[in-house]
């Protein structure tokens, strides 16, 4: 990417006192670098991670926010198209994150779908309800179609496919780069060739490291390590 | 041998990497189909001779070998079939963020009235799902497709397109060759079908 | 990247064939040289050179892997597959001496999946060809990745045209990361710029005109 956004805290000061009403805590420069964090994970992890709907609904309210600011703010005024710049580029996140999950929803569609139906009750969902309609119904379009056009053609014993077997699962043995947020410990890595033993390694507040995305996956899950 | 013809429908979408979308092959897909059925019918027959001749056993496993072969060929048809269909609603899939909701007639009649289907259902889930994404307008997840530099930016016309509203109510006139200075918002899509040409000074 | 819209299925990773994608069903359609242990009995139309009605047990034929995979068996005889010429000592030796100076399209197109594809037949030399598939890209590998990351603008078809397929592709990806890196350092990368689908349809549609 060649863009960060770096200045997401310009937000006008006006705005972040207006903010301290509401009930959340989190600041507008907060809430985007949550964004953000959450953008990067998952542009770069090889499974969709756990849906942040609420996060989501935070950013487009603070969008609308700004845009209803900007509607006051003489046209041709310099701080209007600050304003807008800023406005496009939170969009352009935004856009991007929920657009690499569908991605990989529609990739990994009956995956997707089954870990949702396996699901314990307590467990959160990995899908927004949005979501898991999408999913459904895109499951639902594609089997209709294989039926209609070729496999309702077919011998009685080959008129269904099995989606599990049929499209891939994501591949968790991919390498990613990763940024250490909180210290770790003893984290266990398998041995890449036969002569190599599986070993331990520490992981230091701030270190880098390119590793199986497998091996640091919970680490990912609880915000202890970032993609990058 | 069998499954010839499978592999044909597949080396032709293979030979397109780019993801363009080749003519449906209605023909191909029914002649392969024809073949399984022949293959199918030839199990069907061995299976009965299997039956009716029951005390002889020897005969029986003789014929396994066979119907194993037939079956293999069955399923890799099968494989070839699904995998050409799928392939394609990938790149019918790639039609709907590259070009918009509407497509050129020319790539229509590249398409079987199921694809079309598909690619209409396609269109109203992901519509539903940008919909429901905040406030009453949602937000299109279509667009935004590169980090903004700058709000306004600089387009030539590549053909007529006739008139265009911006934001603030004006609207201008699309005509080949013209040069403008556009939000940049509004001009993604028209950039991406080849309306407009992005011009970097 | 975001840009491009058209992700077909990937090949599957290892010895895994992935159901769906273009890539493994054309690699399943590379030929073996195999031998029957069984008779086939009213097959013997698939044999050109004979008026037999059935193919007899020991009969020496070609069949791709998708048809060998499908009727080998481990417990019973069925057919046994031999190795191609490739994964034997003789070539196994060429490829341990110096792995770059070998045309592996020519001698492929796919010389490390159809070597992955190799050790689901349970050949006594299995592990030799695993160690000699592995070595070889690694001895490979090297080059491929200078050359993609490092020739920018210039022709590098005769380098290509030696590569495997699984190279080629790994080679695509360095050149468009190269790619992208000169865009971003000239400042062009925000640019926005037509789909490669819409420019290449309307180039096919000027092309049709022309034939």
């Not at chain 2, 032709?12 to 990497?17: D, Q």
């Not at chain 2, 590259?98 to 209409?120: D, K, Q």
């Not at chain 3, 992935?18 to 073996?32: A, G, V």
Request: negative net charge; aromatic residues 8%; proline residues 4%.
């Amino acid at each position: 990417m060649a863009d960060r956004l770096s200045d997401a805290g310009d937000l006008s000061e006006e705005e972040e006192e207006e903010e301290e009403e509401e009930e959340d805590v989190l600041t507008p420069a907060e809430l985007i670098a949550r964004l953000e964090e959450a953008w990067l994970n998952e542009k770069f992890s090889p499974e969709l991670l756990e849906n942040k709907s609420e996060l989501v609904e935070c950013v487009m309210e603070q969008l609308m926010h700004m845009e209803e600011n900007l509607q006051r703010v003489r046209k041709g005024d310099l701080k209007a198209s600050v304003h807008r710049m800023e406005i496009d580029r939170i969009r352009f996140v935004l856009s991007s994150y929920l657009r690499s999950r569908l991605q990989k929803i529609e990739k990994f569609f009956p995956h997707v779908l089954e870990k949702e139906k396996s699901r314990a009750d307590g467990d959160p969902s990995f899908l927004s309800p949005e979501e898991f309609a999408f999913a459904k119904e895109y499951l639902a379009n594609t089997e209709v179609y294989l039926k209609a056009v070729a496999l309702r053609h077919m011998p009685p014993n080959l008129q269904s496919i099995d989606m599990l077997k049929a499209v891939p699962e994501p591949c968790l043995d991919s390498f990613v780069f990763l940024r250490v947020k909180e210290r770790q410990e003893n984290i266990l890595v398998e041995p890449e060739t036969d002569e190599q033993r599986e070993y331990v390694v520490d992981l230091e507040e701030g270190s880098q490291h390119l590793m199986r995305y497998r091996t640091i996956a919970p680490l990912v899950a609880s915000g202890a390590v970032q993609l990058i | 041998m069998f499954c010839e013809k499978a592999v044909e429908l597949i080396r032709e979408l293979h030979r397109m990497s780019d993801g363009q979308l080749p003519a449906f092959n209605e023909d191909s897909i029914r002649q392969v189909l024809e073949e399984m059925k022949a293959l199918y019918d030839f199990i069907y027959i061995f299976d009965s001779f299997i039956i009716s001749h029951n005390s002889a056993t020897e005969g029986k496993s003789e014929l396994i070998p066979t119907i194993k072969f037939r079956h293999c060929c069955l399923l890799r048809n099968q494989r070839c079939i699904t995998a050409y269909l799928y392939d394609r609603l990938l790149r019918i899939r790639a039609l709907r963020w590259e070009y918009g909701s509407v497509l050129p007639t020319t790539i229509r009649f590249h398409m079987c009235a199921e694809e079309l289907e598909w690619f209409n259902q396609y269109k109203k889930s992901l519509a539903t799902y940008m919909r429901s994404l905040g406030g009453e307008e949602g937000l299109d997840i279509t667009q935004d497709m590169k980090p903004p530099k700058s709000l306004y930016i600089e387009v030539r016309c590549l053909k007529d397109h006739g008139e265009f509203e911006i934001d603030d109510g004006t609207v201008i006139l699309l005509k080949k060759n013209s040069q403008h200075f556009l939000p940049r918002w509004k001009c993604e899509q028209l950039i991406r079908q080849g309306v407009l040409e992005h011009v970097i000074s | 990247m975001d840009t491009q819209s058209y992700m077909p299925v990937p090949p599957g990773v290892g010895m895994e064939e992935n159901y769906l994608s273009l890539d493994d069903i054309l690699l399943s359609q590379e030929r073996l040289p195999c031998k029957t242990d069984t008779g086939f009995p009213g097959l013997g139309f698939l044999e050109k050179n004979t008026e037999n009605r059935h193919i007899p047990e020991g009969t020496k034929m070609e069949m791709p892997l998708w048809l060998a995979k499908g009727l080998y068996e481990r417990k019973r005889r069925v057919i046994s597959v031999e190795l191609p010429k490739v994964y034997r000592e003789g070539w196994r030796t060429v490829f341990g001496a110096d792995a770059n100076v070998v045309d592996l399209h020519k001698m492929g197109p796919y010389y490390y999946g159809l070597g992955s594809q190799m050790l689901h037949f349970d050949s006594p030399e299995n592990l030799e060809i695993a160690q000699i598939v592995l070595q070889t890209f690694i001895g490979r590998f090297r080059r491929t990745m200078d050359s993609s990351q490092n020739a920018y603008n210039e022709d590098t078809s005769a380098l290509v045209e030696r590569l495997d397929c699984l190279e080629r592709a790994l080679f695509k990806a360095g050149q468009s990361g190269l790619n992208a890196f000169q865009l971003w350092e000239k400042g062009r990368a925000a640019q926005l710029t037509a789909s490669s689908l819409v420019t290449n349809y309307r180039k096919r549609k000027i092309t049709d005109l022309q034939a």
